[in-house]
């Protein structure tokens, strides 16, 4: 079996068991499996340039670079962060366009490529992830690389006329021609993908093979799953879980908690939350001094303008709420800035008979995943999921909701809170399996399947320019 490659813009965290996420450990599991490499950005930004540095952890080996901090600037915060994340999240008012930002871009893809290109074997096959290397693909077949390279999206792909809005954007989608298999959360991005190739660019559609600029690729959804079984028995039976859980139950003293976990991240839709938590208040009376909503917003990217902006607006509304509708007894809202541990946030989900997540745009979604996983299958709490994550097309048994619609909001709140057991169980039991069906292994394998045996053999054509 060949050699996995795999680039992110962050490697890991693989020693750290209790922080890494599901997906880190279905990709740690591959690359163990079959022996590889898992190359990205140090974290750490150094204007010395100490070239790559690769160790061996177990059967795997890492290999890092730093950032200059002007790359830092114009391609981590400012392409990848202020360009990228806002436009294909549909935030076009919060898009800071500047030809320096997708020239630093462009230079870090260049420079990280080149930093690869001599640590590969012939046989390698190498997966790409994520908005930060767009370019990285057409970058290494620059250089020579022939080896089957793919590229997974984790965010949503927007329309054409959104992604019309950003400078550059034909010369991004044509290096995404560079890659054998581009793998979508979901068939809509995919669909608007196609849609963005056949109007803006002239190319054409057939099944899956997608055909422009003389080169012809497979573009395929696969959506992301979690470990189902592994994050399940978490929250059933870990000792971290479970005293966590416990810890919950008797604070809650006989009341319904509710939870949201999320990145503070201005596209999971936290303000518009919060206020129809409040207009809950208002409108149910009865859900007073029973209900507490915990929210875990863990700080993320606190550099960037918008993210500081948002934050202190919650601080504000959280304060407001509790001000306004808190008893000596009662604190309505949590909303808490720190990260748990993950064992910890398994026995939260199950201490939480409901799960709001609201996010306005999500590639996905992995916490609603994670929260229906964590559920006591005897007694389940109810998922409410927003139409715009990613996470709603493989989990119609949730509450669908539209996040900007605060009073529809506070309604599926409310029905959530009264649900009968019966159809609780049966929401539970058809996501669950769902969850089971389509988990990380499954969404890892059928993309690297993809990949290796069905990748079109592109190789003699001509490579993008
Ligand atoms: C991107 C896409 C897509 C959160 N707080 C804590 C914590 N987390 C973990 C969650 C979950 C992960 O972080 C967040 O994943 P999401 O999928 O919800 O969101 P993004 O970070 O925006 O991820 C998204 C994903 O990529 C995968 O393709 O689903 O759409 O935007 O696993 O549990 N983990 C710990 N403590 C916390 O406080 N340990």
Redesign the pocket.
């Known amino acids: 079996m060949s050699r996995l490659v795999i680039v992110s813009n962050r490697v890991g965290p693989v020693r750290d068991a ?2 890494a ?3 880190a450990v279905a990709l740690v599991d591959a690359l163990r499996a079959r022996g590889g490499l898992w190359y990205g950005w140090s974290g750490d930004t150094n204007n010395q340039s100490a070239g790559v540095k690769v160790e061996q952890a177990g059967a795997l080996q890492l290999a890092t670079a730093d950032l200059t901090e002007d790359e830092y600037d114009d391609y981590y915060n400012g392409f990848a962060n202020r360009c990228l994340w806002p436009l294909f999240h549909y935030r076009i008012d919060l898009t800071a366009f500047d030809r320096r930002y997708y020239e630093g871009y462009r230079r870090v893809n260049a420079k990280f490529a080149s930093g690869l290109f001599p640590l590969l074997r012939e046989d390698d096959t190498i997966w790409v992830h ?1 908005y930060h290397f767009l370019a990285f693909g057409n970058e290494l077949r620059q250089m020579g690389a022939e080896q089957a390279i793919g590229f ?1 999206l ?3 792909f927007p329309s054409p006329e959104v992604l019309a809005t950003l400078p550059n954007h034909d010369a991004l989608v044509r290096g995404l021609f560079a890659y054998d298999v581009l793998g979508f ?1 979901t068939s809509r991005d995919l669909e608007r993908f196609c849609d963005f190739v056949v109007r803006e660019a002239g190319g054409h559609v057939e099944g899956d093979r997608v055909t422009c600029f003389g080169r012809t690729i497979i573009a395929r959804a696969f959506p ?1 799953g ?1 470990d189902t079984d592994g994050f399940a028995k978490m929250a059933a039976d870990s000792e971290d879980a479970r005293r966590q859980y416990e810890k919950a139950v008797r604070g809650l003293r006989g009341r319904a908690q509710m939870i949201g ?3 503070l ?1 201005y ?2 839709g936290l303000p518009e939350r919060f206020q129809a938590f409040e207009r809950l208040l208002d409108d149910y009376p009865d859900a007073r001094g029973e209900l507490v909503y915990l929210q ?3 700080t ?1 990217r606190g550099d960037v303008q918008a993210y500081r902006e948002m934050r202190q607006e919650l601080e504000g509304l959280s304060g407001h709420i509790n001000g306004q509708y808190g008893e000596f007894d009662w604190t309505p809202l949590r909303y808490i800035n ?5 064992r ?2 398994a026995g939260l989900y199950r201490a939480s008979k409901i799960g709001l ?1 609201t ?1 306005l745009r ?7 995943k ?1 929260y229906v996983a964590a559920q006591n299958p005897e007694n389940p709490g109810v998922l409410i999921l927003s139409r715009f ?3 709603i097309y493989q989990m119609p048994e949730a509450i669908a909701v539209n996040p900007y619609d605060i009073k529809e909001v506070a309604d599926a709140i409310q029905n959530a809170r009264y649900m009968s057991l019966e159809e609780r169980k049966e929401r539970f039991q058809a996501l669950f399996d769902g969850l089971q069906r389509d988990d990380v292994a499954y969404w890892r394998d059928s993309f690297l399947a993809t990949l290796e045996h069905e990748a079109p053999m592109h190789r003699n054509a001509e490579r993008p320019s």
């Open positions: 209790a922080r996420g599901g997906l994520d997974f984790h965010i949503p959360q992301i979690i976990v999320d990145r991240d596209t999971k875990i917003a863990p993320s720190r990260a748990f541990a993950r910890s946030l997540i996010p999500d590639g996905m979604n992995l916490v609603a994670e994550a990613g996470a």
